[in-house]
């Protein structure tokens, strides 16, 4: 049993108040189960519950009804705190034979059940079990390849919309993994993420880019600027401004030749360094620029304060610019919101004619997409 967003309240009430709120979800625990039962606390919000002689249905209801009693509001100092759980069950003697198994698997479960969403339950299945192992093989797999440089950066172009000249390219993260083929950055981001590998891999993706900038530029080959994508984790790490100045010198590239793409997402995890990197980075005169926008949790005041380049309309916006008005008009409102804040706009994910069409006449200054080309391979590009 682990609680769903413990650590939020210790961080927004206090220790005194996490450590009440424990004892208080310690007594709940107790009170619904019967003499025979056995529960503990494993380790900060984890706690453990050993019902014997309970069958499959028995531990459903059982579990049912205490999530029920543990969503019943709390006061703690005033405050009213509503809780709930994430739970996995592993049973005696089919999911394993002795203590330490069964704990292994119903932890299992239960970060399946944190994965379904908040106050959820799982059973451990040993299809959950499988699929963590390929998870780990892909997880060591992908240390490896950053390691042996088994990585590689396909480059999107992007283009000027009034000039209709090359403005820069995207450097896209490519893994061609030497059993399974190509695996998507959706899916070996959030792997790396998981398993603390990428700020590496962030400062891999900015050396290889403006390694290769630098080197298209020796063949006499112009392209203006590189854009990287970097995740939020890579903003909390203090010494990101200096090593991209360090690497901008070392191939003797200038500042505003580089552009970070960051995703809203970075201002959500409150992390304390955040804000000071991206001032930093932005000081150096390299451009930032809000990926995705309009599909997190943009708040106007955000963007004021943040020292924000150019904007980039998220494709599900441009997909739907052609046949719905309410996604043109959300699009002509974030031109609009951009373009007083002096940023520019760039619209991703533009397939046809018509809607590279509208984008020029909305005023959206650039834009990347399949109507011009895929992401392409270095010398795909340098044909390009
Ligand atoms: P993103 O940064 O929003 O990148 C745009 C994605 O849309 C790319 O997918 C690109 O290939 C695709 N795309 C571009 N134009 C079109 C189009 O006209 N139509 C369609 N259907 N798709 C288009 P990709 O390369 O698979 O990357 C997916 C996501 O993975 C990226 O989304 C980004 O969030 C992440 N990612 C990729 N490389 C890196 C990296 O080096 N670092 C980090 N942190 N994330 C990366
Ligand atoms: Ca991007
Ligand atoms: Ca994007």
């Known amino acids: 049993i682990d609680l769903d967003r413990f650590k939020m309240i210790n961080d927004s009430y206090g220790h005194f108040v996490g450590d009440e709120l424990l004892s208080q979800i310690a007594i709940r625990l107790k009170k619904n189960l019967r003499s025979v039962d056995i529960v503990g606390r494993l380790s900060g919000d984890e706690f453990a519950i050993i ?88 997880e060591n797999d992908l240390r490896h390849a950053l390691l042996n440089h088994q990585l590689h950066l396909h480059y999107q172009p992007q283009i000027d919309l009034v000039t209709g000249s090359l403005y820069g390219v995207e450097a896209l993260a490519r893994w061609t993994h030497p059993e399974f083929g190509e695996i998507s950055p959706e899916r070996f981001i959030p792997i790396a993420e998981e398993c603390g590998l990428i700020t590496e891999f962030g400062y891999w993706v900015l050396q290889e880019s403006c390694r290769q900038l630098a080197d298209w530029r020796a063949q006499g080959i ?18 990101l401004p200096s090593t991209i100045l360090d690497i901008l010198n070392l191939h003797h590239l200038k500042p505003q030749e580089l552009t970070i793409e960051l995703t809203e ?71 609009a919101i951009g373009k007083n804040f002096d940023m520019h706009i760039l619209a991703e994910g533009v397939e046809t004619k018509e809607q590279e069409a509208i984008l020029k006449r909305f005023g959206c200054d650039r834009f990347q997409g399949y109507l011009y080309t895929k992401p392409l391979a270095y010398d795909a590009l340098k044909e390009f």
């Open 222 to 239: 112009n392209i203006p600027s590189i854009s990287v994508n970097l995740s939020p984790t890579s903003f909390h790490c203090v010494r």
């Open 51 to 138: 019902l014997p002689k309970c069958n499959h249905q028995q531990a459903q209801l059982m579990i049912e009804e205490l999530q029920i009693h543990l969503a019943e509001p709390i006061n703690i100092n005033h405050s009213i705190l509503k809780m709930s759980a994430s739970i996995g069950v592993a049973m005696f003697p089919t999911d394993g034979r002795d203590i330490e198994t069964l704990l292994h698997r119903a932890d299992i479960a239960m970060d399946q059940a944190k994965n379904n969403g908040r106050s959820q339950f799982c059973f451990f299945s040993h299809e959950m079990n499988e699929l963590l192992q390929s998870h780990l093989k892909l």
């Open 265 to 335: 997402s970075v201002l959500l995890d409150n992390h304390p360094c955040t804000m000071k990197i991206l001032h930093e980075i932005h000081a150096l005169g390299v451009h930032l620029s809000m990926d995705d926008f309009g599909t997190g949790y943009s708040s106007l005041s955000m963007l004021r304060k943040l020292p924000i380049d150019e904007l980039k309309i998220d494709k599900s916006f441009v997909d739907e610019i052609c046949s719905d008005e309410a996604s043109a008009k959300m699009v002509q409102n974030i031109i």
